[in-house]
């Protein structure tokens, strides 16, 4: 698969502090990839120094196999993005504002107005003035505003702020779709983890302005175990049938009520010797090693995505 965009040593240093540390990012032509990080570790700054928008202090970046410079205007035409919230002139309707944003990209082309707007569900109300608009209605808009122009690369940073559960349902069928039948290639911030788990190809974890991990999700779901987790006040009588009753070693308290096993033994075994003991339980169910547990782990176990 081709490399759509590269990055070598990208680094941004704001009043003496490094903000972006000699970041190496590759994203291949085509996939989904999901950028995940505490608030703070440099997502929004590398995107930013990605459309131009920041320049770095150190540090190169490659897109489509030209190196860019801040006179790029041509490259930057074959990027879509939404980076922090997306303005619009709130007394224009959704339209205008589409059309607005064809002509200062030079780019003429009524259907492509039309179908942006079916595709992310506003064509009910694509002569309403904008300041009318929910959080999520502006969302919608702004991706609408992104994906007009047909762009190579789409640049979506916390794409999903303020969409209900349907809302958010219907982006992800998108975004899969644009990937799938377009050929367009995403980087996607989120810090809904689940989501990303649905969608993405590649996953980047950036901790403190460094890039820690790039990976593959195929190469995680590979790597995910099942286990059993039991929720108890009474966690050390729980361990004690655990290792006593019935002979496992293989499990982890996360908390003084939380336990997880991680050995092959059937859930109706487990629950009538934890019975049989008299540990009272408040919930048993069977899980997987999410991408959230392998996040978690990556920041030494506190989540701020």
Not at 15 to 32: A, H, R, W
Not at 189 to 200: D, K, P, R, T, V
Not at 269 to 279: C, I, K
Request: aromatic share 6%.
């Amino acid at each position: 698969m081709t490399t759509i965009l590269r990055t070598w040593d990208l680094t941004k240093v704001y009043e003496d502090k490094e903000i972006v540390s000699s970041v190496n990012m590759e994203i291949k032509q085509g996939e989904i990839y999901g950028f995940l990080g505490p608030n703070g570790a440099g997502k929004t700054t590398v995107m930013k120094m990605i459309t131009n928008l920041v320049k770095p202090t150190a540090g190169e970046i490659e897109f489509a196999g030209e190196k860019m410079t801040h006179r790029s205007y041509d490259m930057l035409k074959r990027m879509g993005s939404i980076i922090e919230y997306p303005v619009f002139y709130d007394k224009l309707s959704a339209r205008e504002n589409l059309a607005l944003h064809g002509e200062y990209m030079g780019f003429y082309d009524a259907n492509a107005i039309e179908e942006a707007l079916e595709l992310v569900k506003l064509r009910a109300v694509d002569s309403k003035p904008v300041k009318n608009f929910s959080l999520g209605m502006k969302q919608r808009l702004g991706i609408a505003r992104a994906v007009m122009t047909k762009p190579e690369l789409l640049i979506l940073d916390e794409p999903i702020n303020g969409l209900d559960p349907l809302g958010i349902k219907e982006l992800r069928e998108v975004f899969r779709m644009l990937s799938r039948d377009y050929g367009m290639t995403l980087l996607i911030s989120s810090h809904i983890l689940g989501e990303i788990e649905q969608i993405a190809d590649t996953i980047g974890v950036i901790r403190e302005g460094v890039l820690v991990e790039q990976v593959a999700m195929d190469t995680i779901r590979s790597q995910q175990t099942q286990y059993i987790e039991l929720v108890t006040s009474e966690c050390t009588k729980a361990v004690f049938v655990l290792e006593g009753k019935l002979g496992l070693r293989n499990y982890k308290v996360l908390d003084p009520r939380t336990i997880r096993v991680y050995e092959d033994i059937p859930q109706l075994e487990l629950s009538r010797a934890l019975s049989a003991a008299e540990v009272e339980l408040e919930s048993m169910s069977k899980k997987h090693h999410s991408l959230e547990d392998h996040f978690v782990e990556l920041m030494g176990g506190v989540n701020h995505v």
